[in-house]
């Protein structure tokens, strides 16, 4: 007679985010065993899977998350408006999880990341999963710095009581459930009014939110991913330009767009910066062009590594970008329009 071997269990936090919606749904297919971490309202999972109530700077909530989990998929993705903030909420909570973790007998920790971490601001760049982040981090804006400051927490616990880690850096992830005003394309000061990061023309990485989810799926039984940074976006095929283009056509409505210099974007907020700290604002900070340049993502993205590692092949072409991609995100807003008229 065979022993029964019981199905693995994972602890997922951000599961109520459109990645971690897609993820549980592939796991759930695969017979994993899920608990989530949630400090809001349970209902959105149904019966499907186990939850914690608590958040992630509650020391108690999360020692209970992680009682018989083999494996932590760390979703939360928190915005912060300073960079205490960014601290408080992401830095601080990925450290203690995955201290947690580790002694709490936890085999493998992934980590969603973002490809802003890199320099991305050369044409002539390259960048695969072996990429390291940005050696001028440090005049990156708050978001890039925490993630790279939660990487290096997590490059500092792996190996630790045998728990292994591994850091996706997501594209510019859309489809269902994402917001068609992608930070990503430029900056929307309404849903119909953009100004894209330079002049639009270049191949952004995109990635459809499933095939985010896949890859991590996929992940979970693959000891080749074990210390690795994975990077998870579809190979190049949407400008900008492409992705609004799409986004009026599906809404059947005028959309204003306009490339806009980079260099005006720092200006502008170089300006402020300079007043607040004149008037010595507690969330001042300093103003860099770089940063700015690195908003228009025109290096060479290259995924082929984590498609071989994987068996992993994400969609490319920009036809089923726009049909799952963008279409999904646009209809959301028109459905909503809907029925609040």
Same mark, same amino acid.
């Given at each position: 007679m065979?022993?029964?071997?019981?199905?693995?269990?994972?602890?997922i936090?951000?599961?109520?985010?459109?990645i971690?919606?897609?993820?549980i749904?592939?796991?759930?297919k695969?017979?994993?065993?899920i608990?989530?971490l949630?400090?809001?309202?349970?209902?959105?999972?149904?019966?499907r899977?186990e939850? #914690?109530?608590?958040?992630?700077?509650? %020391?108690?909530? /999360?020692?209970?998350? @992680?009682? *018989?989990?083999? &494996?932590?998929?760390?979703?939360?993705?928190?915005?912060g408006?300073?960079?205490?903030?960014?601290?408080d909420?992401?830095?601080?909570p990925?450290?203690?999880?995955?201290?947690?973790s580790?002694?709490?007998?936890?085999?493998?920790?992934?980590?969603?990341?973002?490809?802003?971490?890199?320099?991305?601001?050369?044409?002539?760049?390259r960048?695969?999963?072996?990429?390291?982040?940005?050696?001028?981090?440090?005049r990156?804006?708050?978001?890039?710095r925490?993630?790279?400051a939660c990487?290096?927490?997590l490059?500092?616990?792996?190996?630790?009581?045998?728990l292994?880690?591994?850091?996706?850096?997501?594209?510019?992830?859309?489809?269902?459930?994402?917001?068609?005003?992608?930070?990503?394309?430029?900056h929307?000061?309404?849903?119909?009014? #953009?100004?894209?990061?330079?002049?639009? %023309?270049?191949? /952004?990485?995109?990635? @459809?939110? *499933?095939?985010? &989810?896949?890859?991590?799926?996929?992940?979970?039984?693959n000891?080749?991913?074990?210390g690795?940074?994975?990077?998870?976006?579809?190979?190049?095929?949407?400008?900008?330009?492409?992705?609004?283009?799409?986004?009026?056509?599906?809404?059947?409505?005028?959309?204003y767009?306009?490339?806009?210099a980079?260099?005006?974007?720092?200006?502008?907020?170089?300006?402020?910066?300079?007043?607040?700290?004149?008037?010595?604002h507690?969330?001042?900070r300093?103003?860099h062009?770089?940063?700015?340049?690195c908003?228009?993502h025109?290096?060479?993205?290259?995924?082929?590594?984590?498609?071989?590692?994987l068996?992993?092949?994400?969609?490319?072409?920009?036809e089923?970008?726009?049909a799952?991609g963008?279409?999904?995100?646009?209809?959301?807003i028109?459905?909503r329009?809907?029925?609040?008229?």
């Amino acid at each position: 007679m065979h022993a029964t071997v019981e199905p693995l269990r994972v602890l997922i936090t951000g599961a109520s985010g459109f990645i971690g919606l897609s993820l549980i749904e592939r796991l759930l297919k695969h017979g994993i065993n899920i608990r989530v971490l949630t400090r809001g309202d349970a209902k959105v999972f149904q019966d499907r899977v186990e939850y #914690v109530q608590g958040s992630l700077q509650d %020391r108690s909530a /999360l020692e209970r998350s @992680l009682e *018989d989990v083999q &494996a932590v998929y760390h979703l939360a993705n928190p915005v912060g408006s300073n960079w205490q903030q960014y601290v408080d909420e992401m830095v601080n909570p990925t450290a203690l999880l995955a201290q947690l973790s580790a002694s709490a007998g936890v085999k493998n920790f992934f980590f969603a990341s973002s490809v802003d971490l890199y320099d991305s601001s050369r044409v002539e760049a390259r960048i695969t999963g072996d990429t390291p982040a940005d050696p001028d981090i440090a005049r990156r804006n708050h978001y890039a710095r925490a993630k790279h400051a939660c990487e290096t927490h997590l490059r500092q616990v792996d190996r630790q009581n045998d728990l292994r880690v591994t850091i996706f850096r997501l594209g510019l992830t859309i489809g269902k459930g994402a917001s068609h005003a992608h930070r990503g394309v430029g900056h929307f000061s309404s849903p119909t009014v #953009v100004r894209l990061w330079g002049a639009g %023309r270049h191949r /952004l990485p995109f990635i @459809l939110v *499933d095939d985010a &989810a896949d890859a991590m799926a996929r992940s979970l039984t693959n000891p080749q991913v074990a210390g690795r940074t994975l990077l998870l976006s579809a190979p190049p095929s949407l400008t900008a330009r492409d992705y609004m283009k799409a986004v009026a056509a599906r809404a059947h409505k005028r959309v204003y767009v306009w490339p806009y210099a980079v260099w005006l974007f720092w200006a502008a907020d170089a300006l402020k910066e300079s007043i607040k700290h004149l008037l010595r604002h507690p969330n001042r900070r300093s103003a860099h062009l770089h940063d700015w340049k690195c908003r228009s993502h025109r290096a060479d993205y290259d995924p082929t590594t984590t498609m071989h590692i994987l068996d992993w092949n994400p969609v490319s072409d920009r036809e089923t970008l726009i049909a799952r991609g963008v279409n999904p995100a646009v209809d959301q807003i028109i459905n909503r329009t809907v029925s609040r008229g």
